[in-house]
């Protein structure tokens, strides 16, 4: 089975999501989790915030995991 790691800059939304998703705190938090990363964000500014930083993607990518945007910016 597999786990969907999720992270929202509106917590709120991810209630909306149904399965087998696992809530997490931080982009971080997501990337330790995750073998496989997937970004969806409609600027470069949202992408660089979510991404960079302490609590970002890059700090928490694993060594051998692949992070893929799909960012159309």
Request: proline share 3%; hydrophobic share 50%.
């Amino acid at each position: 089975m597999f786990y969907r790691n999720v992270y929202n800059r509106t917590a709120s939304k991810i209630s909306q999501l149904e399965g087998a998703v696992q809530a997490q705190a931080t982009a971080a938090e997501v990337a330790r989790h995750s073998s496989l990363v997937l970004s969806m964000l409609d600027t470069e500014a949202a992408f660089e915030a979510v991404a960079r930083g302490p609590d970002g993607l890059l700090a928490g990518l694993q060594p051998n995991s692949v992070l893929v945007s799909m960012s159309f910016f």
